[in-house]
């Protein structure tokens, strides 16, 4: 394998609905594992439209690719060249090769460049099983592995990033189980496999090994053994068979190994068990990183988008009295014409609430933004520290035998992910550092966070600090996506951008507010042609 040159490519395509377009190419020379020389990259001209929701993931307009991009067929015949007859492999060669590229070299009428590689997202499904990650996403791998950023769901970016994964994560285990060549990798993925938890039915989630306790499981996976759908059946089975082995060799003691305590004394430890906790140890610590990361950004966030509101809230505020204005001088006329004066009348009533409302909620906010400042360089320090004594509370069930317990156990995780969210630092550093002495207080029974757990329960306890830091970065991914974050970044470059920002706003505001003012004299106009008198009260 250490020798074996392959070719790693990447596309990004105009939609994904046929037929589908490409529009850039991206590709890496491979020696092994390792890169080899210069990527081959370019951008595509094909003339076609280029779906919206594709064009927010990747930033190709048809307007950047008809001034950059190339004829498809002389990006093809030099990526030929590049190529040779080396096999292609990719992140999703279903996609990649079989879905856009085959069927874009037929309707060319080009011939085949290279040939059928491997599958990366299938070699890193079946090397990571179970996924620590929660899936197998290229972009959740990489936060979850902290691989660097190479400018995400562009092709040449998803390429270096596949470069990453496999000799940072992939590699040295493809090492330990001494696949060393490339029809070894070959046959490795072309043997049957299923995912260790169950993708579908009433035990989705589960792992099948749990079927070793769970005699339910096991009559269940017995049960669709026998069904008449063959792929169901086949599945069935190949979980059976690997149970059984897994009987027969346990059959023999676990494993154990000699360690030596804190008073010197040789004892004897559980390996699987000790394993177990050290990679609790180890997804703690990941969480507490990717919480404090995201509650960080999106504190800081917050403090941007305060400011900008500081900047706005006058103008914002006219606004919004002018529509109410105009709402109800409108709902007045409308009451009138149907109902006469009397009711019509009623509508002045609602008007002053819905204005006494109005300046309310603008006074919360303010106080709201008030409260908003950027955190120091102490604060933020304090706030790793904080989470890594927070994640004690990820106890999966710990407390189902409990009602009481339970729901104090979701009303702090509740409280936690709130605090989180509004960046309130002072409530995280309470729960952290005194968890019961919080839960008392606010009426609930305490809670034991040692974790002096059996093994089925730190099982559980580790699946669910997964899950957790898959949340934490899909939440982080998501927040990255938003227009305030791109702001806040902006302005981190350029002090004075939000004043320039605020003034392209308050420019768009004014205009609305001048046609809101001339809707609002014309509706008074009408209303005192009606009744004889002018509207005074929300003059």
């Not at 069927?103 to 179970?130: M, T």
């Not at 609602?350 to 709201?368: T, V």
């Not at 729901?407 to 995280?428: C, K, P, S």
């Amino acid at each position: 394998m250490h020798s074996t040159p392959w070719i790693l490519i990447d596309t990004e395509t105009n939609g994904l609905t046929p037929p589908i377009f490409v529009v850039e190419l991206a590709a890496q020379r491979m020696n092994g594992w390792q890169a080899q020389g210069p990527a081959f990259r370019r951008l595509l001209n094909q003339n076609a439209d280029i779906a919206p929701e594709a064009s927010r993931i990747h930033g190709y307009t048809r307007e950047i690719l008809e001034r950059d991009g190339e004829d498809p067929r002389t990006v093809y015949l030099d990526f030929a060249d590049y190529a040779g007859d080396l096999p292609l492999v990719s992140y999703n060669l279903a996609y990649d090769l079989d879905q856009v590229l085959l069927p874009e070299w037929q309707r060319l009428n080009l011939s085949v460049i290279g040939r059928r590689g491997l599958c990366v997202y299938r070699l890193a499904q079946r090397l990571l099983d179970p996924i620590p990650a929660g899936n197998c996403k290229l972009q959740t791998l990489r936060q979850y592995y902290r691989l660097p950023e190479r400018g995400a769901h562009t092709a040449l970016g998803d390429v270096q990033t596949v470069t990453d994964l496999l000799d940072t994560v992939l590699r040295p285990i493809v090492e330990r189980q001494q696949l060393t060549t490339w029809q070894a990798l070959v046959d490795y993925l072309n043997a049957d496999w299923y995912p260790s938890r169950l993708a579908f039915g009433k035990y989705k989630g589960r792992d099948f090994r749990d079927a070793l306790t769970d005699p339910d499981l096991r009559q269940w996976l017995h049960w669709l053994a026998s069904s008449r759908n063959a792929r169901s059946a086949a599945m069935a089975r190949w979980y059976l068979d690997r149970l059984e082995q897994t009987e027969v060799n346990d059959d023999h003691p676990p494993q154990t190994y000699a360690a030596t305590d804190s008073n010197g004394l040789v004892v004897f430890v559980d390996a699987e068990l000790a394993q177990l906790k050290n990679l609790i140890v180890h997804a703690r610590d990941r969480l507490a990183e990717l919480e404090a990361e995201y509650t960080q950004e999106r504190h800081a966030v917050d403090v941007t988008q305060a400011s900008l509101f500081n900047l706005l809230r006058e103008h914002y505020q006219q606004r919004d009295r002018l529509r109410l204005i105009v709402d109800y001088r409108q709902r007045f006329l409308e009451t009138l014409l149907r109902e006469g004066e009397e009711q019509a009348e009623q509508c002045a009533k609602q008007f002053e609430q819905a204005q006494q409302q109005s300046e309310q909620d603008y006074e919360k906010a303010a106080a709201q933004t008030a409260e908003q400042r950027a955190l120091t360089g102490e604060e933020t320090q304090e706030l790793n520290a904080l989470w890594k004594k927070l994640v004690r509370v990820f106890h999966p069930d710990r407390f189902h035998h409990d009602p009481s317990k339970q729901a104090a156990y979701d009303h702090l995780t509740r409280v936690i992910n709130r605090a989180r969210d509004q960046g309130d630092i002072e409530t995280l550093r309470e729960i952290a550092n005194h968890p019961n002495e919080y839960m008392q207080r606010n009426g609930y029974s305490t809670l034991d966070f040692s974790d002096s757990l059996e093994r089925s329960q730190l099982l559980k306890l580790h699946q669910s600090l997964e899950s957790r830091i898959l949340m934490t970065i899909e939440a982080l991914s998501a927040l990255r996506l938003e227009p305030s974050y791109e702001l806040h970044h902006l302005v981190l470059q350029n002090p004075y951008y939000l004043s320039s920002i605020a003034q392209d706003h308050i420019t768009v505001l004014n205009q609305e507010i001048a046609e809101l003012e001339q809707q609002a004299d014309d509706l008074a106009d009408e209303i005192e042609d009606l009744t004889g008198m002018a509207d005074c009260r929300v003059r």
